[in-house]
């Protein structure tokens, strides 16, 4: 079970949803509820809960009895928008020391039976031979701006898709690049066109599937090939692929000494999965025992074939051509490039 969750793991669509699911998380609960989290500042008293959205409305009721100014009663109440008709039942309903003459007239306003004028009302003093002047109230400051938490969440949203598909790229499109699979009709990619596919059905063997081709070049350090099994009609039977397994010596490129090449069954609750070696990594007993653990050793060959075996499934995967680099490391450590054919086939149909 652990073996098969390591396979699952090293999959660019699964690495490529971690990840995102890893940014959402970083950018929603760290970066969103910690490090700046929303302050809100200026909120009106519609924002309050409901026991304190009455204590407000009680607050304007006391000051208008002292203060009668219809404006500025009619403003207070706007202030609790659609939960002023709630909060002033609730102060109708109980009282208290309220007086009910008062709370009478905001119901009123409430429901515009009263018309209080436009603006703050003016107050009028008696000036010098007895002129009446008008005295306008001071401005009040427009409420700060507040940080909005739509823009922020837009932010974080749009950060999130665009690593997202950094990560993509990376691991998934990238790494097809050149490559692809190989049905009846279909075009060759150009960088493929040297390497041929078996014909199955030559000789009234059962043609699979699917049949793919996947090359590696010494360089492509992120090589890890998935590809979908479904069957004629469409139905999603699995999936294989083959990916970097081990690596030998320092520096870049990547000097990679051992493939896996594995079958996902759907049907099935294993991943099986056998490891393709080179020579000097097959006859080195440290390496050969360390990555036993990961599947099946075997010795990559020109012309090799290697069966997998699921519940439903069969996939041949065959070594259609490879070479090794040269360099400071032993002779046959590492591969300079492989392509292998990959053919699938339900057991049913074998």
């Known amino acids: 079970m652990m073996n098969n969750w390591r396979e699952l793991i090293k999959r660019p669509q699964v690495l490529a949803g971690i990840a995102f699911l890893a940014g959402a998380i970083f950018g929603l609960v760290i970066l969103g509820w910690w490090l700046w989290p929303v302050q809100w500042t200026d909120a009106s008293a519609r924002e309050l809960r409901a026991d304190l959205r009455e204590d407000y409305l009680r607050m304007a009721i006391d000051s208008y009895s002292k203060n009668p100014d219809a404006a500025l009663a009619k403003a207070r109440l706007d202030e609790l928008g659609d939960k002023a008709k709630e909060a002033l039942d609730a102060v109708k309903k109980n009282n208290g020391t309220q007086d009910p003459a008062v709370i009478a007239e905001f119901e009123k306003l409430l429901y515009g039976q009263v018309s209080a004028p436009e603006g703050p009302a003016a107050t009028q003093t008696l000036a010098e031979g007895g002129v009446v002047a008008t005295k306008e109230p001071a401005a009040t400051p427009a409420p700060a701006g507040r940080t909005s938490l739509t823009t922020i969440l837009v932010l974080l949203c749009v950060l999130t898709l665009v690593i997202a598909g950094v990560l993509v790229y990376l691991f998934v499109i990238r790494n097809r690049q050149g490559q692809g699979a190989v049905t009846a009709g279909a075009t060759i990619p150009r960088s493929m066109r040297s390497a041929q596919t078996q014909e199955y059905s030559e000789g009234g063997a059962e043609a699979p599937v699917v049949q793919y081709l996947s090359t590696y070049t010494l360089g492509n350090d992120l090589f ?127």
């Open 224 to 350: 890890d090939d998935s590809f979908s099994i479904d069957s004629p009609t469409g139905e999603f039977l699995g999936e294989c692929g083959v990916g970097i397994s081990e690596t030998i010596g320092v520096g870049d490129p990547k000097k990679v000494t051992a493939f896996e090449v594995w079958l996902f069954d759907k049907n099935d609750i294993q991943t099986v999965t056998k490891v393709l070696m080179s020579a000097h990594a097959f006859n080195d007993p440290v390496i050969s025992q360390r990555l036993a653990s990961k599947g099946e050793p075997v010795l990559a060959e020109p012309g090799k074939r290697i069966t997998l075996e699921t519940a439903t499934l069969q996939l041949e995967a065959r070594v259609v051509s490879m070479s090794y680099g040269q360099g400071a490391l032993p002779a046959g450590s590492f591969f300079e490039q492989l392509t292998l054919e990959l053919a699938v086939w339900p057991k049913q149909a074998m």
